[in-house]
């Protein structure tokens, strides 16, 4: 009868024993636990650490809730300027509803991608190619915005969505690097000609200032004199005198009477008479 009794105990702490192994579930720290008993959710999420379910009855699903790292495929698409576009982003989003993403949403990770892609080529046919280029932070904001809307109902929430990389056509990217090549000629002809209207303006009061001063302009012959000589070349510098150059202008114009002026002869220099 004892022995009987001790097998009995013996069978009744195995079951037990296997009953505990079978109903044991361990939640990690980064996930949640949804319960399911004979198909409906039951209680509230398990949280992490040890839980126990009724073997056969109940079903465990862990859901993951830290951030996951989405890539989406390139989507080619036509800008609102009527440039061919391939444009491949990233979302950064997370579960927040256990519950709702396990119950509402078949698969959502798949749904997140296709609403990213789909969300995508909208913003592609939305924006110009400049907004593209360089103000991808507005278009990433919008983008968000977009994606986030439907993943609410999910239990997803969407961090950030990124825009990494936008790929043009060859025949754009050579109109691109001419049109960058053209305005920067462009403002390098408007820096040299703003200069030398600045160079003019100084000139044109430098001569004025050694017009009323003649003593400047021999001063300015000397200095030029000087550096010219400060080189090792063989260069001769002759100074000659713009006085000399201005009473030879004056001796070639005509007398204010209309006469020509008496020609100069040897004896007229040496004191004679006129030749009759």
């Not at 951030?67 to 391939?86: F, H, K, M, S, Y």
């Not at 006085?243 to 002869?265: C, I, K, M, W, Y």
Request: hydrophobic fraction near 45%; glycine fraction near 6%; charge should be neutral.
């Amino acid at each position: 009868m004892v022995q009987e009794l001790l097998v009995a105990v013996v069978a009744a702490l195995c079951f037990g024993a296997l009953y505990l192994a079978a109903g044991a579930r361990v939640v990690k720290q980064y996930e949640q636990g949804v319960l399911f008993r004979l198909g409906r959710v039951t209680g509230d999420v398990r949280m992490p650490g040890f839980n126990l379910v009724i073997p056969f009855v109940d079903r465990l699903y862990k859901i993951n809730l830290q951030i996951v790292t989405l890539p989406v495929p390139a989507q080619e698409g036509i800008t609102r300027d009527n440039v061919t576009v391939r444009v491949d982003a990233v979302v950064y989003f997370r579960v927040v509803d256990a519950v709702s993403a396990l119950v509402k949403v078949e698969d959502y990770k798949f749904a997140v991608s296709q609403m990213a892609q789909t969300s995508l080529r909208s913003i592609i046919g939305k924006s110009d190619l400049d907004d593209l280029l360089s103000n991808r932070e507005k278009l990433n904001q919008g983008l968000e915005l977009m994606i986030d809307s439907p993943a609410v109902g999910w239990g997803v929430q969407v961090d950030r969505v990124e825009i990494k990389d936008v790929s043009l056509p060859d025949t754009m990217k050579r109109s691109m690097a001419r049109q960058a090549e053209a305005d920067r000629e462009r403002r390098a002809r408007i820096i040299n000609a703003d200069a030398e209207l600045q160079a003019s303006k100084k000139l044109a009061e430098a001569a004025q200032q050694m017009a009323s001063t003649p003593s400047a302009l021999q001063l300015r012959l000397l200095q030029t004199i000087v550096a010219v000589a400060a080189e090792k070349n063989s260069t001769l510098v002759l100074p000659f005198p713009v006085e000399l150059l201005r009473f030879l202008e004056r001796a070639q114009q005509p007398a204010p009477n209309g006469d020509a002026r008496p020609e100069v002869t040897e004896s007229a220099l040496k004191g004679g008479p006129p030749p009759g």
